[in-house]
C-alpha cells in the first residue's frame, strides 16, 4: 500500500508559478512510477505529466509541455510538479498517482491522493 498526500495548491495570477508536492509512506515508493493528472468542473481527468520509477525518464501532456516539470526525491519520498506560466485553463483539481509499470491512462495507477486545488486567475 501507497498512501499520497498532496500539497501546495492554490491561488496565482495567470502567469505565476506553483509547486505541488505530494508526499509518499512505505518503503517502497523509489520502486513506484509517479504521475500527475488533473480534473476540472464539468470535465474527465486528464494525464499531465509522470516520471519512471528511477526518475530518469518524465513526459508530459502537450498542454504542458515546456511549462511543468515533473521530478523525485526518494530520499524525501516526495514527488513535485513545478508549474510555470500557468494560465486559467490550467485550473482544476491536481492529483498524484503511483504506479507500478507507469504510463499516461489512469487505469494505469494504483494509488491515488486525495487532490489539492489550483486556481488561475485571468
Known amino acids: 500500500q501507497v498512501q499520497l498526500v498532496e500539497s501546495g495548491g492554490g491561488l496565482v495570477q495567470g502567469g505565476g508559478s506553483l509547486r505541488l508536492s505530494c508526499a509518499a509512506s512505505?518503503?517502497?515508493?523509489?520502486?513506484?512510477?509517479m504521475g500527475w493528472f488533473r480534473q476540472a468542473p464539468g470535465k474527465e481527468r486528464e494525464f499531465v505529466a509522470a516520471?519512471?520509477?528511477?526518475?530518469?525518464?518524465?513526459y508530459y501532456a502537450d498542454s504542458v509541455k515546456g511549462r511543468f516539470t515533473i521530478s523525485r526525491d526518494n530520499a524525501k519520498n516526495t514527488v513535485y510538479l513545478q508549474m510555470n506560466s500557468l494560465k486559467p485553463e490550467d485550473t482544476a483539481v491536481y492529483y498524484c498517482?503511483?504506479?507500478?509499470?507507469?504510463?499516461?491512462?489512469?487505469?494505469?495507477?494504483?494509488?491515488w491522493g486525495q487532490g489539492t486545488q489550483v486556481t488561475v486567475s485571468s
Open positions: 498517482a503511483a504506479s507500478v509499470g507507469g504510463g499516461r491512462r489512469s487505469r494505469d495507477y494504483d494509488f
Open positions: 516520471d519512471s520509477w528511477s526518475g530518469k525518464s518524465t
Open positions: 512505505g518503503r517502497t515508493f523509489s520502486s513506484y512510477a
